[in-house]
């Protein structure tokens, strides 16, 4: 009777664990972003407003690989322009894996508005 009573604690605690784990996995590994549209981080891309591709670049750097088990970890991730404040409009980010393998970053605007973009890229 003791035992059993421990091997079913045992299997619910474990069980809460992992999905912890996949709770926490889900939150830092999310692909989307949304930035404000300000002075610093706004530049002119065909005469729409857009984000700067740095900005771009640095939070999409810092997102593809947010934990070991999640993403390959890129260095030197540059976007050739800024990403047009429009939704729809999408660009291709680069990045080095460890290997010296490119890696092309499709990026895409889900919704924009005069102060934001909310914007996605795949991993």
């Known amino acids: 009777m003791l035992r059993s009573k421990f091997a079913i604690g045992l299997i619910g605690g474990l069980t809460a ?3 912890v784990a996949g709770l926490g ?3 830092f590994a999310g692909t989307e972003s949304t930035s404000g549209l300000d002075r610093q ?8 407003k857009a984000l700067a591709a740095y900005v771009v670049a640095g939070r999409t ?5 947010p934990l070991p088990w999640v993403g390959d ?21 680069t990045g080095k894996k460890s290997d010296g393998d490119v890696v092309d970053i499709p990026v895409r605007v889900i919704k924009a508005d005069a102060k934001s973009v909310t914007w996605k890229f795949e991993r």
């Not at 750097?61 to 690989?65: D, G, L, V």
């Open 61 to 65: 750097a810092s997102k593809f690989h």
């Open 25 to 27: 996995t889900y939150l």
């Open 17 to 19: 664990v992992v999905a």
């Open 73 to 93: 970890k890129l260095t030197g991730v540059t976007c050739p322009t800024g990403l047009k404040a429009v939704a729809g409009a999408s660009i291709t980010c």
């Open 41 to 48: 981080s706004t530049v002119s891309v065909g005469g729409h």
